[in-house]
């Protein structure tokens, strides 16, 4: 995951650093995944941690007790984030065996979440002694906005603490903004060009472009991932782009470009090669197979994760989504089902959605319920994975031979 640089406090925000130990875990005694990061955050050089730790190991055992530790959070804790703060000071009142390893502080101190953490969060089974993240006040705008974006996306209150005090806005959600902004281009244009904005594609010229998904020029396989950035109409991009921004902004800014990009493209290819087996005569535009890929997943994430989600009207807000959702496909199956404009080439197909859902139930909601948590450490992971890549070589299978074993016949290109 990408991560970038904690935000240091200064004095923007002031936060009480509690000395007390405080435990991250919640009334149910909830399980509290292993998270972990391959990124290093600096708030210290390493060989300065390991100078550090020789002091509180006279020894040279390779362990400090937790009694030590503590004592060494005590006097060095004003460097560090009074949040992150918190969980190592329930990493000390947890860990039961009373001692602490060297890789174990450094990964602590260099704010790089391990097992440890795991292991002192379930031995803990007690709340957070301080205030929530929620209750915090004198925030700048900037604050509210990744406040709110935390309390949408995670479910627990220690993985909002930590997203909250390590994000910068370095980078910013650029993919999700630029894949709109692209398809808002490439629309306008079209829309000049084929003199249309709602429903473009009764113009004969409409899939003449280089970018839709056409049976007959499957062999292009650009097409498959391009013809997200042509749509039926401005109804059909305003749904799209409402969704895709209002779900897949916040997620990027929880879980990176990197893998919020994955689920996305899955989701647009998975489409386009859903319809290419089931629907093979039709066209495909549309960016409904990344949009339903992430909106779908989301939803999926709020539902395992009701107790801890803490969005606002979250019931309201899940059913609203469900609702656009639905009559984004409702239209999208009247249209396929309506008289073509240039027949015998039939409207663009509908499965196109149903591909998007199923990678976003499947390889998405693995993705976004792995915080920090690196994906290829994770078993569920490569088991969709694995299941995805089967089904693309499948499908492309498919498409180099059924078509003709088939005997299908398919529309005139455009």
């Known amino acids: 995951m990408e991560k970038s640089s904690p935000r240091m406090t200064g004095g923007t925000r002031e936060a009480p650093v509690n000395s007390s130990p405080a435990v991250a875990s919640n009334a149910e005694g909830e399980e509290i995944e292993v998270l972990e990061s391959t990124d290093v ?22 362990f400090i007790s937790t009694e030590r530790f503590r004592d060494l959070l005590a006097t060095h ?6 949040h992150k703060l918190e ?49 915090e006040a004198g925030l700048g705008l900037s604050q ?4 709110h974006v935390a309390y949408e996306t995670l479910p627990r209150e ?3 603490k930590w997203y909250f005090d390590s ?14 902004i692209a398809e808002v281009a490439v629309f306008m244009y079209y829309g000049f060009q084929l003199d249309r904005l709602v429903l473009q594609v009764s113009s004969p010229s409409f899939l003449k472009s280089p970018l839709p998904y056409h049976p007959q020029l499957r062999a292009q396989a650009w097409r498959y991932l391009s013809y997200i950035f042509m749509h039926t109409g401005i109804e059909h991009l305003s749904l799209n782009m409402a969704m895709q921004l209002l779900v897949g902004v916040p997620l990027e800014m929880v879980h ?5 990009g994955l689920v996305y493209v899955c989701g647009v290819l998975a489409g386009s090669l859903a319809v290419s087996v089931t629907d093979m005569t039709a066209p495909v535009v549309g960016s409904s197979g990344g949009v339903y890929a992430l909106v779908s997943a989301h939803l999926a994430n709020v539902v395992m994760n009701w107790s801890g989600m803490k969005c606002q009207f979250k019931l309201f807000r899940m059913a609203m989504a469900l609702v656009c959702m639905s009559v984004e496909f409702g239209r999208a199956v009247w249209l ?29 909601v693995v993705v976004l319920q792995n915080y920090e948590q690196r994906l290829q450490e994770q078993s569920l992971f490569w088991i969709f994975f694995c299941v995805y890549t089967v089904f693309v070589l499948c499908a492309v299978f498919w498409n180099i031979f059924a078509y003709s074993l088939l005997d299908v016949r398919l529309p005139p290109p455009p």
């Open 41 to 62: 955050l600096p708030v210290a050089q390493e060989d300065q941690w390991k100078s550090l730790f020789d002091k509180y190991d006279p020894e040279n055992s390779g």
């Open 77 to 82: 804790g004003s460097e560090l984030d009074p």
């Open 87 to 135: 969980v190592l000071l329930a990493l000390a009142d947890g860990n039961a065996d009373g001692k602490i390893c060297y890789q174990d502080f450094v990964n602590l101190m260099s704010n790089k979440r391990s097992n440890s953490f795991r292991r002192a969060i379930l031995q803990g089974s007690r709340q957070l002694k301080v205030c929530s993240l929620r209750d």
């Open 144 to 147: 509210r906005l990744v406040r």
């Open 158 to 160: 220690v993985d909002r």
């Open 167 to 180: 994000y910068t806005y370095c980078p910013p959600p650029w993919l999700i903004l630029a894949i709109t």
């Open 256 to 260: 990176g470009a990197l893998r919020i």
């Open 336 to 364: 396929r089902f309506y008289p073509p404009a240039f027949p015998p080439c039939p409207n663009p197909s509908f499965v196109a959605h149903l591909g998007g859902v199923m990678v976003g139930l499947t390889l998405g």
